[in-house]
């Protein structure tokens, strides 16, 4: 106690021995509970017996956060004076002076009034606060982040002003987020907790939708995630921990484009869905000779929209050392598991070829968990065996080794076994390994091994044994024979090899084309996918699409420099080119290079013809529009025209001595009805057509919907007063809008006009008004039938009556000019329906 007293007392008594240490709640959204929170840990801070005081807490009339503050010395706020009015900000010099504990300073992003103190933000406030040595506990919303503010904007439309740079949040000693669900916030601001009851339902509408809460919540987890793992690597760095950390699971899984693709998704999904935050990714290693390699390109592309539907990202990478690349791209990417089917190749095959790429995998992945997933083909052999025009450069060297090496140990078997077989029986064992020579390096190996399996066969097991018999004539013909027998078997068995693989090769080729022809008959590929899918295919490191050869206009340098980079260039219809940069390609992939061209020369066509179509539509709209407006003008300005023209007939006929007075003045009446009905008809029809041709012009000025939305309710056709038309509330209160009055007050008069249209004679239509995050919304709302979700966009088409029962009642301009108009201003106009059946027009316009 009496070291806390030391530090609570004021002046230099107390001396600077380390720098403050900053705790900042983060929370999604205003009213999660920061201050509460805040203020609840000065709480918890002095019953420990330390000096907390509070620097700038601001409560917003919240009776429960202003219930927390019982107990707690608050220091008086510094008064400002700025361009006549007064405003309160944290008193820096105060806090210095009293130099507690630690201080309590809330909405870190706030902005200082101009030439108010020593500096510009409140956070530099708080810099200052901990380089003397005292610990600040702030409150922080995540759209003030500066590297979230663009993200924040387009997500909910309202740009943040007020950010705090990321690098200083980040050297708080403690962040602790102030989590709660959207729909606990939605309802905490219903029951009138954050904002009073003017401003609930605007911010119901727009901020505070659901969808925009989702996400900033979601961003916060994220960016508060990033900062947990830059404190674990921290600490790994400081006490030297070098292993990996599991801290969150990412399956990698190894596509094929075999049959065993999909079951290896669903195990990898259900294995990665198993941890909080678990990541999957799958990922297709393509050879060099990608077209060789045995790839069912429609598999993988299947695969590749699974992956993708159960929330996976999709990965390709190029190398001939498939087990190699597989291992590094799961250490690039920070894997914690490997997902492999099990080989495909039978026992006799894995004897042959030696270990597959699994037990490579295994022997490589270090830390790195490797599932090995069994399936229906797991020992059932390829699908499509290798299309390899040659054989790997491994099998080249192990035949020749196996023509040596084999036929001598099994000499030594049978030398064990003399007297147990006759000559004939050895002489078809020898047969059989020259076969199986063959089967692992071709026909020159099994030459090798033929002659060294005769030479054997002569020496030990023909007699005289231990010698070779060749000046016996039939000795030597029984060689030759056997070298010849064994070469011609080990040639049919190479050719029946290369026969399949050619088969297998022409199986790919086939169903590559038959992949691209569809496509192009759906036109569901685009040409930015084509060019992926052709640098997949061939195993290129680029490929592009150009309107001339690359070489055009080359330099020597650059000749020189692309001349050690094989490049191959194709024609893609009359005035493109396909360029693929990597390796060279032998003349039978350049057919299925050829169908690839064609496909991009015919996406280049679609899309040529796509922009015609576009460039037309317009002309068929206007097209459309002038039909429409030859039909209405023959009818709605026709009845008002004929209307205002039989009342003036009947003043200037020779038996208007007879009427009345009331006559008379009813007469006028309707003349004068109609004729504004037609003035009013036109002007809708020069305003729409102005807004089309772009030639509107506008005079934005402060504008507040007290000034113009009288003068919008006296130009109604029928002209009632205000107070039968609509029920007007809180406009007097609301701030000016950026607008040009004469423009709004049209909008305005069609909304309200068409609300009175439709609303039932009991309930006037309401108007009422609020603002929110530097715009302001004029809400109209009617009881009348309103309209279908799917109408919502119609509404706004010219010439068109929907749901009107009177079809006298105008062109049917009219919410589509003050749509047109809203926009022209830089607003929104969107319809809701009203709580209780009706339609809610909502005028949304930035405040002056």
């Given at each position: 106690?009496?070291?806390?007293?030391?530090?609570?007392?004021?002046?230099?008594?107390?001396?600077?021995?380390?720098?403050?240490?900053?705790?900042?709640?983060?929370?999604?959204?205003?009213?999660?509970?920061?201050?509460?929170?805040?203020?609840?840990?000065?709480?918890?801070?002095?019953?420990?017996?330390?000096?907390?005081?509070?620097?700038?807490?601001?409560c917003?009339?919240?009776?429960?956060?202003?219930?927390?503050?019982d107990?707690?010395?608050?220091l008086?706020?510094?008064?400002c004076?700025?361009r006549?009015?007064?405003?309160?900000?944290l008193?820096?010099?105060?806090?210095?002076?009293?130099r507690?504990e630690?201080?309590?300073v809330?909405?870190?992003?706030?902005?200082?009034?101009p030439?108010?103190?020593?500096?510009?933000?409140?956070?530099?406030?708080?810099?200052?606060?901990?380089?003397?040595?005292?610990?600040?506990?702030?409150?922080?919303?995540?759209?003030?982040?500066?590297?979230l503010?663009?993200?924040?904007?387009?997500?909910?439309g309202?740009?943040?002003?007020?950010?705090?740079?990321?690098?200083?949040?980040?050297?708080?000693?403690?962040?602790?987020?102030?989590?709660?669900s959207?729909?606990?916030l939605?309802?905490?601001m219903?029951?009138?907790?954050?904002?009073?009851?003017?401003?609930?339902?605007?911010?119901?509408?727009?901020?505070?939708?659901?969808?925009?809460?989702?996400?900033?919540?979601?961003l916060?987890?994220?960016w508060l995630?990033?900062r947990?793992?830059?404190?674990?690597?921290?600490?790994r760095?400081?006490?030297g921990?070098?292993?990996?950390?599991e801290?969150?699971?990412?399956?990698?899984?190894a596509l094929?484009?075999?049959?065993?693709?999909e079951?290896?998704v669903?195990?990898?999904?259900?294995?990665?869905?198993?941890?909080?935050g678990?990541?999957?990714?799958?990922?297709?290693?393509?050879?060099?000779?990608?077209?060789?390699?045995?790839?069912?390109?429609?598999?993988?592309?299947?695969?590749?929209?699974?992956?993708?539907?159960?929330?996976?990202?999709?990965?390709?990478?190029?190398?001939?050392?498939?087990?190699?690349?597989?291992?590094?791209?799961?250490?690039?990417?920070?894997?914690?598991?490997?997902i492999?089917?099990?080989?495909?190749?039978?026992?006799?095959?894995?004897?042959?070829?030696?270990?597959g790429?699994?037990?490579?995998?295994?022997?490589r992945?270090?830390?790195?968990?490797?599932?090995?997933?069994?399936h229906?083909r797991?020992?059932?052999?390829?699908?499509?065996?290798?299309?390899?025009?040659?054989l790997p450069?491994s099998?080249?060297?192990?035949?020749?080794?196996?023509?040596?090496?084999l036929?001598?140990?099994?000499?030594?078997?049978?030398?064990?076994?003399?007297?147990?077989?006759?000559?004939?029986?050895?002489?078809?064992?020898?047969?059989?390994?020259?076969?199986?020579?063959?089967?692992?390096?071709?026909?020159?190996?099994a030459?090798?091994?033929?002659?060294?399996a005769?030479?054997l066969l002569?020496?030990?097991?023909?007699?005289?044994?231990?010698?070779?018999?060749?000046?016996?004539?039939?000795?030597?013909?029984?060689?030759?024979?056997?070298a010849?027998v064994?070469?011609?078997?080990?040639?049919?068995?190479?050719?029946?090899?290369?026969?399949?693989?050619r088969?297998?090769?022409?199986?790919?080729e086939?169903?590559?084309?038959?992949?691209?022809?569809?496509?192009?008959?759906?036109?569901?590929?685009?040409?930015?996918?084509?060019?992926?899918?052709?640098?997949?295919?061939?195993?290129?490191?680029?490929?592009?699409?150009?309107?001339?050869?690359a070489?055009?206009?080359?330099?020597?340098?650059?000749r020189?420099?692309?001349?050690?980079?094989p490049?191959?260039v194709?024609p893609?219809?009359?005035d493109?080119?396909?360029v693929l940069?990597?390796?060279?390609?032998?003349?039978?992939e350049?057919?299925?290079l050829?169908?690839?061209?064609?496909?991009?020369?015919?996406?280049?066509e679609?899309?040529?013809?796509?922009?015609?179509?576009?460039?037309?539509?317009?002309?068929?709209?206007?097209?459309?529009?002038?039909?429409?407006?030859?039909?209405?003008v023959?009818?709605?300005?026709?009845?008002?025209?004929a209307?205002?023209?039989?009342?003036?007939?009947?003043?200037?006929?020779?038996?208007?001595?007879v009427?009345?007075?009331?006559?008379?003045?009813?007469?006028?009446?309707?003349?004068?009805?109609?004729?504004?009905?037609?003035?009013?008809?036109?002007?809708?029809?020069?305003?729409?057509?102005?807004l089309?041709?772009g030639?509107?012009?506008?005079?934005?000025?402060?504008?507040?919907?007290?000034e113009?939305?009288?003068?919008?309710?006296?130009s109604?056709?029928?002209?009632?007063?205000?107070?039968?038309v609509?029920?007007?509330?809180e406009?007097?209160?609301m701030?000016?809008?950026?607008?040009?009055p004469?423009?709004?007050e049209?909008?305005?008069?069609?909304l309200?006009?068409?609300?009175?249209?439709?609303?039932p004679?009991?309930?006037?239509?309401?108007?009422?008004?609020?603002?929110?995050?530097?715009?302001?919304?004029?809400?109209i709302?009617?009881?009348?039938?309103?309209?279908?979700?799917?109408?919502?966009?119609?509404?706004?088409?010219?010439?068109?009556?929907?749901?009107?029962?009177d079809?006298?009642?105008?062109?049917?301009?009219?919410?589509?000019?003050?749509?047109?108009?809203?926009e022209?201003?830089g607003?929104?106009?969107t319809?809701?329906?009203?709580?209780?059946?009706?339609?809610t027009?909502v005028?949304?316009?930035?405040?002056?």
């Amino acid at each position: 106690m009496a070291h806390s007293a030391q530090l609570a007392g004021t002046g230099p008594t107390r001396a600077v021995t380390r720098t403050g240490r900053l705790k900042v709640f983060l929370g999604a959204a205003p009213g999660v509970g920061k201050t509460y929170r805040m203020l609840d840990e000065a709480k918890r801070r002095r019953a420990r017996g330390a000096d907390v005081v509070g620097g700038y807490v601001e409560c917003h009339s919240r009776p429960l956060t202003e219930a927390m503050l019982d107990g707690l010395d608050v220091l008086p706020r510094r008064e400002c004076d700025y361009r006549g009015s007064r405003y309160a900000e944290l008193d820096l010099a105060g806090v210095l002076a009293r130099r507690p504990e630690a201080v309590l300073v809330d909405e870190l992003a706030h902005t200082n009034v101009p030439g108010g103190g020593r500096h510009h933000k409140r956070w530099q406030d708080v810099a200052a606060l901990l380089d003397a040595g005292i610990d600040v506990v702030a409150t922080l919303n995540v759209q003030h982040l500066e590297s979230l503010n663009d993200v924040v904007e387009r997500i909910t439309g309202v740009p943040q002003r007020e950010t705090v740079p990321d690098e200083f949040v980040r050297r708080a000693h403690e962040i602790e987020l102030v989590d709660i669900s959207p729909e606990a916030l939605r309802r905490r601001m219903a029951h009138g907790h954050i904002y009073p009851p003017e401003r609930v339902d605007a911010s119901l509408a727009n901020y505070f939708r659901p969808g925009n809460l989702g996400a900033l919540r979601e961003l916060a987890l994220l960016w508060l995630a990033g900062r947990v793992d830059e404190g674990l690597q921290k600490y790994r760095a400081e006490h030297g921990i070098g292993s990996v950390w599991e801290t969150r699971e990412r399956v990698v899984v190894a596509l094929t484009g075999g049959p065993e693709g999909e079951t290896l998704v669903r195990r990898a999904a259900r294995i990665a869905a198993r941890s909080v935050g678990g990541d999957l990714l799958a990922v297709h290693v393509a050879r060099s000779d990608a077209l060789s390699s045995g790839t069912s390109h429609a598999a993988l592309a299947s695969q590749r929209a699974l992956v993708e539907d159960l929330g996976g990202s999709y990965h390709s990478v190029v190398g001939d050392d498939i087990p190699t690349a597989l291992v590094d791209f799961a250490h690039a990417e920070n894997a914690t598991q490997l997902i492999l089917g099990t080989s495909r190749r039978s026992r006799v095959e894995r004897f042959l070829t030696g270990r597959g790429i699994g037990d490579t995998v295994v022997e490589r992945s270090e830390n790195i968990d490797v599932h090995m997933v069994t399936h229906e083909r797991a020992g059932r052999g390829r699908l499509l065996p290798s299309r390899r025009r040659t054989l790997p450069r491994s099998r080249l060297i192990a035949g020749p080794v196996a023509g040596l090496v084999l036929p001598v140990l099994l000499t030594l078997v049978l030398d064990r076994m003399r007297g147990t077989l006759n000559l004939t029986s050895e002489a078809l064992l020898f047969l059989v390994a020259v076969v199986a020579v063959a089967c692992i390096g071709g026909v020159a190996s099994a030459v090798v091994a033929a002659v060294t399996a005769a030479l054997l066969l002569n020496y030990w097991f023909m007699p005289p044994v231990g010698q070779f018999t060749l000046d016996d004539p039939d000795a030597v013909l029984a060689v030759v024979v056997f070298a010849l027998v064994a070469a011609v078997v080990a040639a049919a068995a190479d050719r029946s090899l290369r026969l399949s693989r050619r088969a297998a090769r022409a199986t790919a080729e086939a169903e590559t084309m038959s992949s691209l022809a569809g496509s192009i008959v759906r036109g569901d590929q685009t040409i930015p996918a084509l060019l992926d899918r052709a640098k997949e295919t061939f195993g290129m490191e680029a490929v592009e699409l150009v309107p001339a050869p690359a070489d055009t206009g080359a330099t020597a340098a650059d000749r020189t420099a692309e001349s050690a980079r094989p490049r191959i260039v194709v024609p893609a219809g009359p005035d493109n080119f396909l360029v693929l940069h990597g390796r060279s390609l032998p003349s039978s992939e350049r057919r299925v290079l050829a169908a690839f061209a064609a496909h991009a020369g015919a996406a280049v066509e679609r899309a040529r013809l796509a922009e015609t179509a576009a460039e037309v539509e317009p002309v068929k709209a206007a097209d459309r529009l002038r039909t429409a407006l030859l039909r209405a003008v023959g009818h709605d300005l026709r009845t008002p025209l004929a209307g205002a023209l039989a009342a003036v007939s009947s003043l200037r006929s020779p038996d208007a001595e007879v009427f009345s007075a009331e006559d008379r003045a009813e007469l006028l009446t309707a003349a004068e009805t109609g004729l504004l009905r037609l003035s009013r008809l036109v002007e809708n029809l020069l305003d729409l057509s102005r807004l089309q041709a772009g030639a509107l012009t506008l005079n934005l000025r402060a504008t507040t919907y007290e000034e113009v939305l009288p003068a919008a309710l006296d130009s109604l056709a029928t002209a009632p007063s205000s107070a039968t038309v609509a029920d007007i509330r809180e406009l007097e209160s609301m701030p000016a809008v950026q607008a040009d009055p004469p423009l709004l007050e049209r909008v305005l008069a069609n909304l309200v006009g068409n609300a009175v249209r439709h609303a039932p004679p009991e309930h006037p239509v309401l108007v009422t008004a609020s603002a929110l995050a530097g715009r302001v919304e004029l809400r109209i709302t009617d009881r009348g039938p309103g309209i279908q979700p799917a109408d919502r966009e119609r509404i706004f088409e010219p010439f068109q009556r929907l749901g009107d029962h009177d079809n006298s009642a105008g062109l049917g301009l009219g919410l589509a000019l003050a749509k047109g108009l809203t926009e022209a201003m830089g607003g929104t106009l969107t319809p809701e329906d009203t709580p209780g059946g009706g339609l809610t027009m909502v005028v949304s316009l930035p405040a002056a």
